[in-house]
C-alpha cells in the first residue's frame, strides 16, 4: 500500500473554501493549520475571525473559534488570552480590519505585548465589502474609491503596518511574507511557525503579515494578480523579519 504523502490538516475542516479563484486565503488557511497540526496545539488552539473576506474562517478551522465585530479582533483574543493563558490564541485578519478601523486595536495590543499572535493578510484592498481603497492601497492604485488611482496628497502613503509595530517594545516577533510561489510558502509557514511558539514560550504580541492577491477587485486573472503582486507589492512592502527575540536567529 502506498504511502500517503499529502493530505488535509486535521485542523482543517473537510469544506471546499468560499474564496474567489486565485485569492491566497485558502493557502494561508493551510500553511496555518499545518503549523497548529505540527505543534500539536489543535486542542488549545482559539481562533478569532474578522469582519471581511475571511469572516467565515470559523466554517474552516477545526478549533475553537470566536467571531469578532469588525477589527477587534485583538481585543477579543487579548480577553480571551487572559482568561485561558494556557491557550493557543490567533487572529486571522485583512487590510481593511487591522490596518483601518481595528489599527488603534492592532497598535495597543502589540504596545501591551498581549501574548497573542495574529496572522494579517494584506491584498492591499477592501475585499468583501466591494473593492475600495485601504490604508495599505498602493500609490496611483485603481480601486472602486479611487478610479484615478491613489493619490498620495490626499489620502496619504500606504501605512507599512509591520515596520510600524516593530518600533514597539511589546511585539516580539514581526514579519512579512508571501504565498507567491513554492520558495516563500515555505518561508511563510516557518514564519507562522515562530509566531506561534513565541506566544507558546510566553515571550509577547506575534504578527506575521502575508502579502496576498485579490484577483477579483484587482480586475486580473490569477496569474497577472500573482505578477502584480510580485512587480509592485513586494517593493514597497519587502518581506523579512522585522523583530525577533533576542537570542532567537531571524
Not at 487591522?98 to 504596545?111: K, N
Amino acid at each position: 500500500m502506498a504511502e500517503k504523502l499529502f493530505c488535509r490538516p486535521n485542523a482543517l475542516k473537510d469544506m471546499a473554501f468560499h474564496y474567489c479563484p486565485g485569492c491566497h486565503h485558502g493557502i494561508i488557511h493551510r500553511l496555518v493549520a499545518e503549523v497548529i497540526d505540527e505543534l500539536d496545539i489543535g486542542e488549545r488552539a482559539i481562533g478569532v475571525a474578522p469582519v471581511g473576506c475571511s469572516v467565515l474562517a470559523y466554517e474552516y478551522f477545526n478549533c475553537d473559534m470566536f467571531e469578532a465585530a469588525h477589527g477587534r479582533a485583538p481585543a477579543v483574543a487579548t480577553g480571551v488570552k487572559r482568561v485561558h493563558n494556557d491557550a493557543v490564541v490567533f487572529t486571522y485578519q485583512g487590510d481593511g480590519d487591522l490596518a483601518a478601523i481595528g489599527c488603534a486595536e492592532i497598535v495597543h495590543a502589540a504596545a501591551r505585548g498581549e501574548k497573542i499572535t495574529t496572522i494579517f493578510v494584506n491584498n492591499a484592498i477592501y475585499g468583501m465589502t466591494g473593492g475600495q481603497m485601504a490604508p495599505t492601497t498602493l500609490v496611483n492604485q485603481v480601486t472602486n474609491t479611487s478610479p484615478y488611482g491613489r493619490d498620495p496628497s490626499t489620502a496619504g502613503m500606504p501605512i507599512r503596518m509591520s515596520e510600524m509595530l516593530a518600533t514597539l517594545d511589546g511585539a516580539k516577533y514581526i514579519a512579512r511574507v508571501a504565498v507567491n510561489n513554492p520558495a516563500n510558502m515555505a518561508k511563510a509557514k516557518a514564519a507562522v511557525k515562530k509566531a506561534f511558539e513565541v506566544q507558546m514560550d510566553q515571550l509577547g504580541f506575534a504578527m506575521v503579515e502575508v502579502l496576498s492577491t485579490c484577483p477579483t477587485n484587482w480586475g486580473m486573472n490569477p496569474v497577472e494578480a500573482t505578477r502584480w503582486l510580485e512587480k509592485n507589492m513586494i517593493p514597497y512592502y519587502p518581506l523579512g523579519v522585522f523583530k525577533t527575540p533576542e537570542g532567537v536567529a531571524k
